[in-house]
């Protein structure tokens, strides 16, 4: 019975290397070695060696992570003043600009304030006109020093009065005019994030009206496991992603971490802060951190180009002689940016092969089933 090939790829995958290496590569070969010997290939193709020599190890390490308001670039806006909501102007999610009017608020301590403002100016004009009175007077020596005295101390009174009572129409943030409402505004550029005022509303002082936020910066704080905590260095580059935005990564920078461990889950917060002008980012979205570090001690590592398996096993190709390479079964260890820490089977001045490592590997492979290895 004649069998489809179809159901037999290795036989066709080894046939067609076979045609290649003797065929169209008669410049590759592998050493015949006996039982017990260790295989080595040779080849003239370009090959990139690496020495092998102890260097910190940069990596990264991922953690899970939120986006919170920073509070250095966060407000949160009340009345300075009881009464009444007599409008509300903006909704959340608003961008608004630094003096912007947010809400105004209505109340009976603002006629209370402006009579005030009143009175306290009628004193003041009065007390400044004796007073310049008087020093013509003193002049001409028409009147003694002492009235002088009095009219210039009763005069600085009046100034005394009318500016605090004018200070406290300001920090309330009326602009002076009887009747007129108080208006809430913005202290600076941001986003509005929340707000529950309705018109008619009752304030006080000690209600939170608006909160304020400027995203353009936002701060991301991970959670990061204590075992982790070593490779934590401010200034270290992270790379934020978000479900939101999937296939994108957000460039960040670590800042700093919290004082001490949250003694529930055994993790460290830490600050990060990422650029966010096109304000993507939102508070309290949940995002993974990739926060980049470099080993406090050197070892030996290779580029993750120079790994295969042999028999399931970790190996590179180490170079012999001149165009000749051996495999190295090796022990792996941490995971870095492009490259594996080695813990056994290299040593220092060893030449690895970082770019021809699944050619060499196929070569060999193939030497030794010819030769009945």
Do not use: C
């Amino acid at each position: 019975m004649i069998q489809n090939n179809a159901q037999h790829p290795n036989v066709l995958s080894f046939l067609y290397v076979l045609i290649f290496l003797f065929f169209l590569a008669p410049s590759v070969r592998a050493s015949a070695v006996s039982p017990g010997e260790t295989e080595t290939v040779l080849t003239n193709k370009n090959v990139l060696l690496e020495t092998v020599e102890a260097t910190p190890l940069e990596g990264e390490f991922r953690v899970l992570a939120t986006i919170q308001q920073d509070p250095r670039r966060s407000a949160i806006i009340s009345s300075r003043i009881g009464g009444w909501v007599a409008s509300v102007n903006v909704l959340p999610g608003q961008i608004v600009s630094k003096g912007e009017t947010l809400a105004t608020v209505d109340s009976i301590q603002l006629r209370d304030e402006s009579n005030a403002v009143v009175q306290a100016r009628a004193t003041l004009n009065a007390a400044t006109e004796l007073y310049k009175r008087k020093q013509k007077m003193m002049a001409e020596e028409i009147i003694p020093r002492n009235e002088l005295t009095a009219a210039r101390l009763a005069w600085q009174q009046a100034k005394a009065e009318f500016d605090a009572v004018q200070g406290r129409q300001t920090l309330i943030g009326t602009n002076g005019k009887a009747g007129s409402p108080v208006a809430i505004t913005a202290p600076f550029n941001g986003t509005i994030l929340t707000t529950a005022l309705r018109r008619e509303q009752a304030v006080t002082p000690a209600d939170v009206l608006f909160t304020l936020s400027d995203l353009s910066t936002v701060l991301i704080v991970a959670s990061v496991p204590e075992s982790q905590v070593r490779f934590l260095n401010p200034g270290a580059q992270v790379r934020i992603q978000a479900s939101a935005w999937p296939g994108e990564s957000f460039s960040g920078q670590l800042v700093g971490s919290a004082g001490t461990l949250d003694p529930t889950s055994r993790t460290l917060p830490a600050h990060i802060t990422v650029n966010n002008q096109d304000a993507r980012l939102k508070p309290e979205m949940l995002v993974t951190a990739y926060i980049r570090y470099t080993s406090p001690e050197p070892v030996f590592s290779v580029p993750d180009s120079a790994l295969t398996l042999m028999d399931g096993k970790p190996a590179v190709f180490v170079a012999v002689a001149g165009k000749e390479y051996q495999p190295v079964s090796v022990t792996t260890g941490r995971k870095g940016t492009g490259r594996t820490e080695i813990t056994r089977g290299l040593k220092p001045g060893d030449r690895v092969v970082v770019n021809q490592t699944y050619d060499l590997k196929s070569r060999l492979l193939i030497a030794e089933t010819a030769g009945g290895h």
